[in-house]
T-cell receptor, first 114, second 114 residues
Framework: GDSVIQMQGQVTLSENDFLFINCTYS??????LFWYVQYSGEGPQLLLQ?????NKGSSRGFEATYDKGTTSFHLQKTSVQEIDSAVYYC?????????????FGSGTQLTVMP | NSKVIQTPRYLVKGQGQKAKMRCIPE?????VFWYQQNKNNEFKFLIN????????QIDMTEKRFSAECPSNSPCSLEIQSSEAGDSALYLC????????????FGEGSKLTVL
């Protein structure tokens, strides 16, 4: 079935380190892909989305490229800050059981040390 | 800053008790979703509405869970007879259309069933 895979459960970095969070997806269609971020004690919020294959999305210094060839949508940031500590979810809009669904990955907890 | 308002933030119930959560969607958003997020950060879609009509709901929702989005009143999700496995964060989200992946989440209602 359709799915979103995030293999990294936890990532710990120091400030100014480079961030790379893996995300791969599986579907027979042409999905829209998203990254959501959830800070402690808050609900998830949309970070960025990409509708078209081979396009890049960017927001707040984060970027992700929709790579249809490798079915990936990895999240990157050149220089993380302590305030970026949060859980990051890759998500895919998918047609399932007669309606649109948003399928979330299992999340990657990012901890940035000062 | 969430514009989707969820109350209460925390609920503690005994097994078999009713648990009710409310949600005021973002102004102008006709579509409302309810998700359950467990302690492993996994999201489970429960139900969604467009205005007052149910678009889709999962089997679990059809049995012990009930939900509604009455006109001019907050939406609500109620668990008729709480079970330990229902302990989770219940997230309400709203959107402009049913086929978007751009959801605006509230901060959630954290239910603990003792």
């Amino acid at each position: 079935g359709d799915s979103v895979i995030q293999m990294q459960g936890q990532v710990t970095l120091s400030e100014n380190d480079f961030l790379f969070i893996n995300c791969t997806y599986s579907t027979t269609g042409y999905p829209t892909l998203f990254w959501y971020v959830q800070y402690s004690g808050e609900g998830p919020q949309l970070l960025l989305q990409v509708t078209t294959a081979n396009n890049k999305g960017s927001s707040r210094g984060f970027e992700a490229t929709y790579d249809k060839g490798t079915t990936s949508f990895h999240l990157q940031k050149t220089s993380v800050q302590e305030i970026d500590s949060a859980v990051y979810y890759c998500a895919m809009r998918d047609w399932s059981s007669g309606s649109w669904q948003l399928i979330f990955g299992s999340g990657t907890q990012l901890t940035v040390m000062p | 800053n969430s514009k989707v308002i969820q109350t209460p933030r925390y609920l503690v119930k005994g097994q078999g008790q009713k648990a009710k959560m409310r949600c005021i969607p973002e102004k102008g958003h006709p579509v409302v979703f309810w998700y359950q997020q467990n302690k492993n950060n996994e999201f489970k879609f429960l139900i969604n509405f467009q205005n007052q009509e149910v678009l889709q709901q999962i089997d679990m929702t059809e049995k012990r869970f009930s939900a509604e989005c009455p006109s001019n009143s907050p939406c609500s999700l109620e668990i008729q007879s709480s079970e330990a496995g229902d302990s989770a964060l219940y997230l309400c989200a709203s959107s402009l259309t049913a086929n978007t992946g751009q959801l605006y989440f509230g901060e959630g209602s954290k239910l603990t069933v003792l």
